[in-house]
């Protein structure tokens, strides 16, 4: 393995991360250390918070400590700020930001106000950058990181944060099995659980039995918050509080236990109360919308030092129709929207005809999902008999040849996908697989009879639909997020492709929450879902291999792995196969031999066709109002697992109207 060097960021001046960041990224961090920049690095900054007058901050923050209910800046502060340089120009103070969204909770929320995770990526995903930790360490062979936090930043109820942040998150939340019965897969190595050493007050260090060569990246993850508030969730917590005080407040909850109270709590979906350190704090949570208000303890600044975010609001408008939506977006009420406004090419061409009369641009923003969805059989589904089908391949394989995958590509997406293929990863990723991604894609209703009726399935009912072995009609519900349109339309196809061959299908739009809950539950005939990241898919596989119950193919087998066995099914052989390839994965440096791995587990999935895709994704509509500036209009690439639109940084966005 490639030694890694220490990442080192000046905690003394401000400078330019000129070979990690552009406009728009983290220019420096906090706390006394750390090496010194050049002179031509240096950008003139104020030395210390100390410095900074009054008017460095919102006015209705300014207001706040004239009145004597908020601190003044510099004791909010910590001693040197992360500063972030604006993508166009220093911005104003005040107005609001309102966006629509699809669902509740609010998906896509989170990459656009809450991204701040112990390490955070460049635009496009290529490097990380400090965050909530100002520098770190890895060591030769990937085992040891330590991360220095970054001293003075402080939660939205003015609490430090601090290392003892980290040790609650990790030995009271992720290692209790009240709260998580499986163990994060992503923070373990080979099945093994990271110990965890308090260095000092603003220094960490996990330390792992066997190499963790991804470890690092996943702190820089969206959903990879590895510390939280103990000082406000002790109080929920069944370790930490009062016997007779919890149980009171479960009652006065209306929750069932102290487990659902605490996670409540501690969702930063909808817990009004929960500390945060993002640049917006939720103020209002409710099925018609969110507020989300300015956090007068944010810890980031501009070069010249004001505090961030330039915006004091942020408003979310819950709808539940797609045309809704775009009509919000054309009267310039959604001001700033991924994915709630369209997330195909005939949104963007409506979107675009509207631009002029909504005062807004559209960003063409590419997305780096592997698949514009992926179509799952529940493999362990509950029913035995409708399962015993499910698992012959050669029924998985009927069923992928059923589907004309070129008219969706052309009816659906318009002709803007340009390549059918299968769930895997991208061509460009070193993980792509030539094999697996062409396998059983075309479409040959012919090849897809003849297989069914080879197993056996050549009753027929009066309608046409094959019969099980047990005489009932095959019958399948097609589920999907109801919010996605392109899926229910495309699933819509598919059905009538599947009754032609004696397949019953119908399609079953959900909300998110409930898709979620029958999927963990098992619950489910099939699924249509997002596909998963493409570039660096070992990065979170549940798509591809049943490592968490909510793999939509295996929630048991998902289940099984993630606890150790201790619940669940055991999968198949060819299935366990790939799950022992994955945890030599997980822990091998070498990456030739991460790709080599990879390769192996798809080369059974070319052969057993567990899940399926239809085509590559094209770009996603972005809509800003021309109201909104410091919003990069290129370098744009969508990547769960990197980040997403908040490598941005909204916090440096702000209106001119404001």
Same mark, same amino acid.
């Given at each position: 393995?490639?030694? +890694?060097?220490? %990442?080192?960021?000046?905690?003394?001046?401000?400078?330019?991360?000129?070979?990690?960041?552009?406009?728009?990224?983290?220019?420096?961090?906090?706390?006394?250390?750390?090496?010194?920049?050049?002179?031509?690095?240096?950008?003139?900054?104020?030395?210390?918070?100390?410095?900074?007058?009054?008017?460095?901050?919102?006015?209705?923050?300014?207001?706040?400590?004239?009145?004597?209910?908020?601190?003044?800046?510099?004791? %909010?502060?910590?001693?040197?700020?992360?500063?972030?340089?604006?993508?166009?120009?220093?911005?104003?103070?005040?107005?609001?930001?309102?966006?629509?969204? %699809?669902?509740?909770?609010?998906?896509?929320?989170?990459?656009?106000?809450?991204?701040?995770?112990?390490?955070?990526?460049?635009?496009?995903?290529?490097?990380?950058?400090?965050?909530?930790?100002?520098?770190?360490?890895?060591?030769?062979?990937?085992?040891?990181?330590?991360?220095?936090?970054?001293?003075?930043?402080?939660?939205?109820?003015?609490?430090?944060?601090?290392?003892?942040?980290?040790?609650?998150?990790?030995?009271?939340?992720?290692?209790?099995?009240?709260?998580?019965?499986?163990?994060?897969?992503?923070?373990?190595?080979?099945?093994?659980?990271?110990?965890?050493?308090?260095?000092?007050?603003?220094?960490?260090?996990?330390?792992?039995?066997?190499?963790?060569?991804?470890?690092?990246?996943?702190?820089?993850?969206?959903?990879?918050?590895?510390?939280?508030?103990?000082?406000?969730?002790?109080?929920?917590?069944?370790?930490?509080?009062?016997?007779?005080?919890?149980?009171?407040?479960?009652?006065?909850?209306?929750?069932?236990?102290?487990?659902?109270?605490?996670?409540?709590?501690?969702?930063?979906?909808?817990?009004?109360?929960?500390?945060?350190?993002?640049?917006?704090?939720?103020?209002?949570?409710?099925?018609?919308?969110?507020?989300?208000?300015?956090?007068?303890?944010?810890?980031?600044?501009?070069?010249?030092?004001?505090?961030?975010?330039?915006?004091?609001?942020?408003?979310?408008?819950?709808?539940?129709?797609?045309?809704?939506?775009?009509?919000?977006?054309?009267?310039?009420?959604?001001?700033?929207?991924?994915?709630?406004?369209?997330?195909?090419?005939?949104?963007?061409?409506?979107?675009? &005809?509207? &631009?002029?009369?909504?005062?807004?641009?559209?960003?063409?923003?590419?997305?780096?999902?592997?698949?514009?969805?992926?179509?799952?059989?529940?493999?362990?589904?509950?029913?035995?008999?409708?399962?015993?089908?499910?698992?012959? %391949?050669?029924?998985?394989?009927?069923?992928?040849?059923?589907?004309?995958?070129?008219?969706?590509?052309?009816?659906?997406?318009?002709?803007?996908?340009?390549?059918?293929?299968?769930?895997?990863?991208?061509?460009?990723?070193?993980?792509?697989?030539?094999?697996?991604?062409?396998?059983?894609?075309?479409?040959?209703?012919?090849?897809?009879?003849?297989?069914?009726?080879?197993?056996?399935?050549?009753?027929?009912?009066?309608?046409?639909?094959?019969?099980?072995?047990?005489?009932?009609?095959?019958?399948?519900?097609?589920?999907?997020?109801?919010?996605?349109?392109?899926?229910?339309?495309?699933?819509?196809?598919?059905?009538?492709?599947?009754?032609?061959?004696?397949?019953?299908?119908?399609?079953?739009?959900?909300?998110?929450?409930?898709?979620?809950?029958?999927?963990?539950?098992?619950?489910?005939?099939?699924?249509?879902?997002?596909?998963?990241?493409?570039?660096?898919?070992?990065?979170?596989?549940?798509?591809?291999?049943?490592?968490?119950?909510?793999?939509?193919?295996?929630?048991?087998?998902?289940?099984?792995?993630?606890?150790?066995?201790?619940?669940?099914?055991?999968?198949?052989?060819?299935?366990?196969? &790939?799950?022992?390839?994955?945890?030599?994965?997980?822990?091998?440096? !070498?990456?030739?031999?991460?790709?080599?791995?990879?390769? &192996?587990?798809?080369?059974?999935? !070319?052969?057993?066709?567990?899940?399926?895709?239809?085509?590559?994704?094209?770009?996603?509509?972005?809509?800003?109002?021309?109201?909104?500036?410091?919003?990069?209009?290129?370098?744009?690439?969508?990547?769960?697992?990197?980040?997403?639109?908040?490598?941005?940084?909204?916090?440096?966005?702000? +209106?001119?109207?404001?």
């Amino acid at each position: 393995m490639q030694r +890694k060097q220490k %990442r080192h960021i000046s905690r003394r001046k401000f400078i330019h991360l000129s070979a990690l960041a552009t406009a728009g990224t983290v220019m420096a961090a906090c706390a006394p250390g750390g090496a010194e920049p050049s002179a031509d690095e240096a950008v003139p900054a104020a030395d210390t918070a100390a410095d900074m007058p009054p008017s460095m901050e919102s006015p209705m923050l300014a207001e706040m400590v004239q009145n004597g209910t908020l601190p003044p800046l510099e004791e %909010r502060l910590p001693t040197n700020p992360l500063v972030v340089e604006p993508w166009e120009e220093q911005g104003k103070y005040g107005g609001s930001w309102n966006m629509v969204v %699809r669902n509740t909770p609010h998906s896509h929320v989170y990459e656009l106000l809450q991204y701040e995770p112990m390490l955070r990526f460049s635009m496009g995903g290529a490097d990380l950058l400090p965050n909530v930790a100002d520098s770190w360490e890895v060591d030769d062979q990937a085992q040891n990181f330590t991360f220095h936090m970054c001293e003075g930043i402080k939660w939205s109820d003015g609490e430090p944060l601090t290392a003892d942040d980290v040790v609650f998150w990790f030995e009271d939340i992720v290692s209790n099995t009240d709260l998580f019965p499986g163990f994060p897969s992503w923070l373990t190595a080979g099945g093994q659980r990271p110990t965890l050493d308090k260095v000092d007050d603003y220094t960490v260090r996990f330390t792992f039995p066997t190499p963790a060569p991804f470890f690092e990246r996943q702190m820089g993850h969206p959903f990879r918050e590895s510390f939280r508030p103990g000082h406000f969730l002790q109080q929920f917590h069944a370790d930490y509080a009062d016997e007779g005080e919890l149980a009171e407040k479960v009652d006065d909850s209306g929750f069932e236990n102290w487990i659902e109270l605490f996670l409540d709590q501690e969702s930063r979906d909808t817990s009004t109360d929960l500390p945060v350190v993002f640049p917006w704090d939720l103020e209002q949570q409710g099925e018609d919308g969110n507020t989300y208000i300015r956090n007068p303890y944010y810890w980031k600044t501009d070069p010249d030092g004001n505090q961030l975010p330039y915006i004091d609001r942020v408003t979310t408008d819950v709808v539940r129709e797609l045309s809704v939506a775009q009509l919000k977006a054309a009267s310039g009420e959604a001001e700033l929207q991924t994915f709630a406004v369209g997330q195909f090419p005939r949104d963007t061409m409506v979107l675009k &005809q509207s &631009q002029e009369q909504g005062d807004y641009h559209v960003i063409d923003a590419p997305i780096s999902e592997s698949n514009v969805f992926i179509l799952t059989l529940n493999l362990t589904h509950p029913d035995p008999v409708l399962r015993e089908i499910f698992l012959d %391949r050669r029924f998985r394989i009927a069923m992928s040849h059923a589907i004309d995958r070129e008219e969706i590509r052309s009816l659906i997406y318009l002709d803007q996908p340009k390549e059918i293929r299968q769930n895997v990863a991208l061509p460009v990723s070193p993980h792509y697989h030539e094999g697996a991604a062409k396998a059983f894609v075309t479409y040959e209703p012919d090849t897809a009879n003849a297989l069914l009726d080879e197993m056996g399935l050549t009753d027929r009912d009066g309608n046409g639909f094959r019969l099980r072995p047990d005489g009932e009609p095959i019958s399948i519900a097609l589920e999907v997020r109801a919010r996605r349109d392109d899926f229910v339309d495309a699933l819509e196809l598919i059905s009538g492709w599947w009754r032609d061959v004696g397949i019953s299908a119908s399609v079953k739009p959900e909300d998110d929450s409930l898709f979620s809950t029958r999927r963990r539950a098992n619950e489910q005939d099939a699924m249509a879902d997002f596909a998963g990241p493409g570039f660096l898919p070992v990065m979170n596989p549940t798509r591809q291999i049943p490592v968490r119950a909510d793999c939509s193919w295996g929630p048991l087998w998902g289940q099984w792995y993630a606890t150790g066995g201790e619940s669940g099914e055991e999968p198949p052989a060819e299935v366990v196969q &790939q799950l022992a390839l994955y945890d030599e994965l997980l822990t091998t440096a !070498a990456a030739d031999r991460q790709r080599d791995l990879w390769l &192996q587990i798809m080369d059974i999935q !070319a052969e057993h066709l567990y899940h399926m895709g239809i085509c590559d994704r094209a770009s996603v509509p972005t809509v800003v109002t021309n109201r909104m500036r410091n919003v990069p209009r290129t370098g744009w690439n969508i990547a769960w697992e990197a980040g997403n639109i908040g490598t941005t940084n909204p916090c440096q966005y702000f +209106k001119v109207d404001a």
